[in-house]
């Protein structure tokens, strides 16, 4: 059977998503506090060639003209992260004008561009000054979060079209306080899961805040990169470990903020570790808040073994995506074996796997009929070259895009109510613990010019926002040729 085009419609909203730290560079600029990544990448060893957000895509000085390569995409909106320490330098207090007004003129390039802007709070740059009182393990930054929502919304509440609170609690709590391969780099178990409360009740606190400002009809998500975990064989003690790891990678996000319980599973198994006291009384009630949309973050798929003996034990993969460390993020999840999956794999080493991009959405939408849902990341670094023709024919992130948005097509077909997808990334950035070595963009960065470039992805992609319509996988590889020779100049001006 010949594929046929798909189209999607006329609502279905297109963008591309970016986060502060990863673009912006100018952190001493602009009145900003320093953050946990900038004490992280200047650390000596966190970060792949050592490399800082310092001057990243350098995006804080060129916003305007990045907003103009989005006006030439098509985008109808822009995902990006508002950094804390730009707003509130320590925290807490009276807001920086400078900061608030860089945010400012960016949803207003945006707003004159047509492009609907997308606002997360919190994308992992925490105030260093936080961090300094004990971070995310503290409830203090649960409360500190919520009073910076409330001078975000105050400023920019009449212009952002949708909040998003935070953005992948699971790689903030697990990743920066029990593996420790991102910032703040602590590798403490019982640590990790304070902060996954504190980040809990820092959601709900923001959505209380930002409809306090703006009325109960603001706009308001969460972001979940929610794991999409295969059990290694149907055998029962294989299924068991998938559904220890599904509890404490998935249900201990979803279950407060959408269910308003943790799963018993995730207090058991940790009960060696931490006896759960951090949750008050009345904290359940105040991180369930009715949400507008759920962002998911997709990228790959995971497969787990139960582990049996102890000489099992001492080889378990420290399997987490993002970086090498002696201690596990799967906290309380010791029996459990991460398998190697087969490829493709990207060149972050993750799987390609678009079918659970499909399971992942209609298994939501099966739980929460009734909670519209986003893509709000997905996309893919390779070994990007640029060719004498001074391009970069990325037929492979064209090919990763074109399938994940065909999953995101079917999981509409069988009836999930997905509502937009965002290309991660608008531009190559910096990517966390490995710096600028994996490339995610849709644009290229010169880091040693800066200046921008189109990959073919972006010129696939802009005719994709422009159609609506996703061609046969095959017709889209020549539909980035056919961009990128037609197309002598992409570049806006
Ligand atoms: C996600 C992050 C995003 C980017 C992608 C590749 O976990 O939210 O900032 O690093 O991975």
Request: net charge negative.
């Amino acid at each position: 059977m010949t594929p046929t085009p798909r189209t999607f419609p006329a609502d279905f909203l297109w963008g591309a998503a970016t986060a502060s730290y990863q673009i912006e560079g100018a952190v001493d600029e602009g009145g900003r506090g320093p953050s946990i990544w900038d004490t992280f990448s200047h650390t000596p060893g966190k970060v792949l060639h050592g490399d800082t957000g310092d001057v990243a895509a350098d995006h804080y000085h060129r916003m305007a003209e990045d907003v103009a390569h989005m006006k030439e995409l098509g985008l109808e909106a822009y995902r990006f992260s508002i950094a804390w320490p730009r707003i509130q330098p320590a925290g807490r207090g009276a807001a920086n004008p400078e900061g608030l007004d860089f945010y400012s003129r960016l949803v207003d390039e945006l707003l004159a561009a047509g492009i609907r802007p997308v606002a997360t709070l919190y994308h992992w740059d925490l105030p260093q000054a936080l961090e300094d009182e004990g971070g995310w393990t503290a409830r203090s930054t649960a409360e500190a979060f919520a009073g910076y929502a409330r001078v975000v919304a105050e400023a920019l509440g009449d212009r952002v079209w949708m909040w998003t609170t935070l953005n992948e609690p699971w790689c903030s709590s697990f990743l920066g306080y029990a593996s420790g391969v991102h910032a703040p780099g602590r590798t403490d178990a019982a640590a990790s899961l304070a902060a996954v409360h504190h980040l809990n009740l820092g959601h709900g606190l923001a959505v209380r805040a930002i409809r306090d400002v703006l009325g109960d009809d603001a706009r308001v998500s969460v972001t979940l990169n929610l794991h999409v975990t295969r059990a290694a064989t149907d055998a029962p003690e294989d299924l068991d470990a998938k559904a220890q790891v599904d509890a404490v990678a998935n249900e201990v996000f979803l279950g407060p903020m959408v269910d308003g319980a943790y799963p018993d599973r995730v207090r058991t198994d940790t009960a060696h570790l931490t006896d759960w006291s951090f949750v008050q009384e009345g904290d359940l009630e105040l991180i369930r808040q009715p949400l507008t949309a759920l962002g998911v973050n997709f990228y790959s798929t995971g497969r787990v073994r139960r582990l049996g003996g102890d000489a099992d034990l001492a080889e378990a993969a420290r399997a987490d995506g993002h970086g090498a460390s002696s201690h596990s993020p799967w906290v309380g999840c010791d029996r459990v074996e991460w398998l190697p999956q087969p490829g493709p794999h990207t060149a972050m080493g993750w799987n390609i796997e678009p079918q659970g991009l499909v399971d992942v959405l209609l298994e939501l939408h099966e739980r929460y009929p009734t909670l519209p849902l986003m893509v709000t990341e997905n996309g893919a670094a390779f070994e990007d070259e640029v060719t004498e023709d001074g391009r970069v024919h990325d037929d492979r992130r064209v090919a990763y895009v074109h399938d994940h948005l065909e999953a995101v097509g079917r999981a509409r077909d069988a009836g999930a109510d997905v509502r937009g997808y965002f290309v991660w990334s608008l531009m190559d950035n910096f990517e966390w613990a490995y710096g600028y070595d994996r490339r995610f963009g849709v644009i290229r960065v010169d880091y040693d010019t800066l200046q921008r470039t189109w990959k073919d992805s972006a010129l696939w992609y802009r005719e994709v926002v422009r159609t609506r319509t996703l061609v046969p996988a095959g017709e889209a590889a020549s539909l980035a040729q056919v961009g990128s020779t037609a197309e002598a100049s992409p570049q806006p001006r």
